[in-house]
């Protein structure tokens, strides 16, 4: 076999001993004079790459074996970052209706649209929506531009999707959005408890660092399906859907009753116990296992568990608790249990939320949307003042009240107040909730631009501009992860045709807008994270300590806070939060949080008698597969086509065979898909992956009315042969 015909990664290994894998030579164009040191710019582990250069262009990768992070390994997504870039759909001029433009022409097209749908109907009638997955230099520009610069009001990213919920359960029970953990503590615990989390697949290397923990843990998993991470689990608890905020008040009321508290640690860094303690008394084992689906023998059980864990218990959600119809209760539920047995702020606890996209750590601090820049509060004008003096931006030009919500932003549209969008590497008319209705508002937008690296998305067909993108390796930046790690990635790779970095764009609007002058200190992404530093100093993400990029890369990363007045010789790789048992609050104790569950807001009926749950096929897949559908290698290893996972009793009910061709239709849309039959899936319950640009026509459109994070895992079905 020659090196053409191989499909594999191209491992440091297979270079260095080719034969061991029956191919001949390195051809002389695979063998690189150089490395660089960069970060995935896949999902929120934010694993450490070493890139293979070949006059000063990266060939080839290989997972970085000295970093804190991943520790040598990387999921099939990370092998195949680079294979990704060089797609033939990549866009590589600006789109003016579909025609190549110049730059020159997009620009002035652009700004000559905005803003005069800015001066007709005010600065309401724009809106941009931005990502996870750009660096979070680029995504404070583009917040900094939009509203600063060119008069924006309103602004969010797709992190809305996936971690608006973490991030107000924490801001309201800590004082702040502060993911308290370090991967360390994947290894240090005897329970870990996931929730609503599938890390075999969504974030596989985080599940090698379970695997890594030597104290032989109890593993529970809290999901209605039998996912990959349910079948590794010692307990697996198939509730309900949509059933965790009881179960997680059962626990606390069984966890109170058989004395499982850390009563020091609530009377000394707690408020709101004694009602909280009041209110669970009502949530008894057999109300429980009634709403819930679960015997009283487990849950007690479950709550044993928990007890005899202390002081060594984790608890990990994601998108099963952060996309639900009263998802912040949930999260502030487990944040509950995590306070009462004192498991947070040592080795091996925590109350965990585990992040999804690459940087929507990045975006939650930094984007400018609903909070001002380095977790400010655009409503209080000493915050206005100190941005203000950090950025050299006028403080007059910075807004009093924060952005509306996306899904806010979408039916302002609907409405006809919001009247051009702007997105920024993101796919909503594939991933939006209840797709049909969004691509009708979006189709009747008097200006519609795209932002991206590819000009074959569902959402860029719909545009009337296409800004033609940079991707990660070929611009430079920071992305924090999931432990509030903050790392580098570089520049290896020139983009395709005349694509630019997304902050070469934003530096390019600004000029063709007449506020470069604003941004003039904004000259580099370097430049710009000195001016989030300053952002950040005295906040408790506060980054002041961190010597440029240059200490990111020689560091391993840096988790913050990091303040200037630290003083530390040798930078500890793992650092968690909360260990003093001080928090972020006015009196630095964290709260407890709850209020009744509330019924489900599409519930099952005769006409629609099954419950349709979506998430994560494969680790090969990722997201709307915008990039990953790009991969050979990463095509071999997904189903070839859509396919509903069905209980083995519902399909004798239907009468269908494994494999049939069949129907799954709710009060929206309908989609004809293949069945596998399977008991992963309960009785009355069906799975679809969320990846196919279908099965958000399905969707059912309710939001947490806190977080507004759209609840994509509870929506009324029917299954007909087809």
């Known amino acids: 076999m020659t090196f053409r015909e191989w499909t594999g990664p191209l491992t440091a290994d297979l270079v260095r001993e080719p034969a061991k894998f029956g191919l001949g030579q390195v051809p002389s164009r695979l063998m690189p004079d150089a490395t660089a040191k960069a970060i995935c ?61 110049d730059w020159d022409t997009a620009l002035k097209y652009f700004c000559d649209n905005m803003r005069r749908i800015l001066a007709t109907h005010g600065p309401e009638a724009a809106a941009f929506i931005s990502t996870g997955q750009i660096m979070f230099e680029e995504m404070a520009f583009l917040g900094a531009l939009a509203k600063f610069g060119m008069g924006m009001r309103h602004g969010d990213g797709n992190t809305r999707q996936c971690m608006a919920t973490a991030v107000t359960a924490y801001k309201e029970s800590f004082g702040f959005d502060a993911p308290p953990f370090t991967y360390a503590d994947f290894e240090e615990s005897d329970v870990l408890v996931f929730i609503g989390a599938n890390p075999c697949i969504a974030h596989p290397i985080m599940w ?60 000394e860094h707690t408020n709101g116990f004694d009602a909280f303690s009041d209110f669970v008394s009502a949530f008894t084992p057999d109300r429980v296992a009634t709403e819930t689906g679960l015997s009283t023998e487990h849950l007690a059980l479950f709550a044993k568990t928990i007890i005899t864990g202390t002081p060594r218990v984790s608890f990990w959600w994601t998108m099963g608790v952060n996309q639900g119809h009263e998802a912040t209760r949930t999260a502030q539920a487990i944040i509950n249990l995590a306070l009462m047995t004192g498991n947070i702020g040592k080795p091996g606890t925590g109350a965990n939320s585990i992040t999804g996209q690459c940087n929507a750590m990045g975006s939650r601090l930094f984007s400018n949307t609903t909070n001002l820049l380095g977790g400010h509060d655009f409503r209080n004008p000493l915050h206005r003042e100190k941005i203000a003096a950090a950025t050299g931006i006028p403080v007059e030009r910075i807004p009093d009240q924060p952005s509306l919500a996306y899904d806010q932003i979408i039916d302002a549209a609907d409405a006809g107040t919001v009247k051009a969008l702007w997105f920024i590497a993101t796919n909503p008319s594939h991933s939006w909730i209840d797709q049909g209705r969004l691509n009708r508002i979006l189709d009747k937008l008097d200006f519609l631009v795209v932002q991206d690296m590819y000009c074959t998305t569902e959402t860029a067909k719909r545009a009337h501009l296409v800004f033609p993108a940079a991707g990660w390796g070929e611009k430079e930046g920071c992305f924090i992860n999931s432990e509030r790690r903050i790392g580098h990635s570089p520049k ?17 609007i600004a000029h063709y807008w007449g506020c470069e002058d604003v941004f003039r200190g904004w000259s580099s992404p370097e430049a710009v994270f000195r001016v989030l530093q300053r952002c950040s100093e005295n906040q408790p993400c506060d980054i002041t300590g961190i010597n440029g990029y240059e200490m990111i890369r020689k560091s391993g990363g840096v988790q913050w806070p990091l303040k200037r007045s630290a003083q530390c010789s040798v930078l500890s790789a ?20 709850f209020d009744e569950p509330q019924p489900i807001p599409e519930q099952r009926s005769d006409e629609f008698p099954l419950i349709l749950l979506t998430g994560r096929g494969t680790s090969a897949q990722w997201h709307t597969e915008t990039r990953t559908a790009k991969s050979a290698v990463l095509a071999k290893m997904i189903p070839v086509e859509l396919m509903l996972d069905l209980n083995p009793t519902d399909a004798e009910t239907l009468g269908l065979r494994d494999g049939a061709m069949v129907r799954v239709i709710s009060k929206r849309a309908e989609l004809v898909t293949k069945v596998r039959i399977t008991t992963c899936v309960s009785p009355g319950e069906v799975f679809l992956p969320m990846h196919d640009n279908r099965v958000n026509q399905l969707t059912h459109a309710s939001f947490d009315p806190h977080s507004r994070q759209p609840s994509y895992k509870h929506s009324a079905v029917r299954v007909a042969a087809k």
């Open 41 to 101: 710019g896949f999902c929120s582990t934010g694993c450490g790459l070493t890139l293979h250069l070949k006059d000063g262009e990266a060939i080839n990768l290989t997972p970085d074996p000295d970093y804190p992070v991943n520790l040598g390994t990387a999921c099939p997504k990370g092998w195949e970052a680079l294979s990704v870039l060089d797609a033939p759909d990549r866009a590589r001029m600006p789109l003016l209706h579909g025609k190549e433009v």
């Open 208 to 267: 090698q660092r379970v695997l890594r923990n030597k104290r032989n843990p109890e593993i529970i998993v809290v999901d209605p399906r039998k996912t990959e991470t349910a079948m590794a689990a010692t307990q697996h608890y198939a509730i309900k859907p949509k059933s965790d905020l009881t179960l997680l008040y059962g626990l606390a009321h069984l966890i109170i009753r058989e004395g499982g508290l850390d009563p020091a640690f609530i009377r």
């Open 492 to 508: 290896a790779r020139r983009a395709p045709g005349q694509a630019l970095a997304d902050f070469h764009i934003f530096r390019l």
């Open 574 to 593: 793992e650092r968690r939060l909360f260990e003093d048992g001080k928090f972020y609050t006015s009196d630095q104790r964290a709260k407890f949080v």
